[in-house]
């Protein structure tokens, strides 16, 4: 840059990059937002959100609103209970949910399982019992 020359307007500039290096005609990234969902961990899909919501311009209102609409259910509905107002109330409830739910599903599994000698002597008593209270 010479002396005396001024940097380009930000918005000039943000343009001028993403004529140049854009995905052209076909690069969509309202639809990319609209159609991304869940598929794995928190983590992922908020990095995927937050790469497309930059190449945007959304109110934060509607951000809120798409970033929820396509959390995994059981989060989805937790988290919208709450009525985040920002982004980042939305993520922190979210990644709450989801560690709240790998818990309860990790607590959820027997710890004990009853040994299968036990389960068998078990079903040949109730059988033996039942064919003595029938009379044969």
Same mark, same amino acid.
């Given at each position: 840059?010479?002396?005396?020359?001024?940097?380009p307007?930000?918005?000039?500039?943000?343009?001028?990059?993403?004529?140049r290096?854009?995905?052209?005609?076909f690069?969509?990234?309202?639809?990319?937002l609209?159609k %991304?969902?869940?598929l794995?961990?928190?983590?992922?899909? *908020? #990095?995927k959100?937050? +790469?497309?919501? /930059? !190449?945007?311009?959304?109110?934060v209102n509607?951000?809120?609103?798409y970033f929820l609409s396509?959390?995994i259910?059981?989060?989805?509905?937790?988290?919208?209970m709450?009525?985040?107002?920002? %982004?980042?109330?939305?993520?922190?409830l979210?990644?709450? *949910? #989801?560690a709240?739910? +790998?818990s309860? /599903? !990790?607590?959820?599994?027997?710890?004990?399982?009853?040994?299968?000698?036990?389960?068998?002597?078990?079903?040949?008593q109730s059988?033996?019992?039942?064919?003595?209270?029938?009379?044969?």
């Amino acid at each position: 840059m010479k002396v005396g020359e001024r940097w380009p307007e930000w918005g000039y500039y943000k343009r001028a990059i993403i004529y140049r290096f854009g995905g052209g005609a076909f690069d969509d990234p309202l639809t990319d937002l609209m159609k %991304l969902r869940q598929l794995g961990i928190m983590e992922q899909y *908020q #990095e995927k959100f937050d +790469a497309l919501l /930059t !190449r945007i311009d959304l109110l934060v209102n509607h951000a809120v609103s798409y970033f929820l609409s396509a959390l995994i259910g059981e989060i989805h509905t937790a988290v919208r209970m709450f009525r985040p107002q920002t %982004l980042h109330e939305a993520y922190c409830l979210a990644k709450l *949910q #989801e560690a709240t739910f +790998a818990s309860t /599903t !990790r607590r959820a599994k027997p710890i004990l399982e009853r040994p299968p000698s036990l389960m068998r002597s078990f079903g040949s008593q109730s059988r033996t019992s039942q064919a003595a209270s029938s009379g044969f």
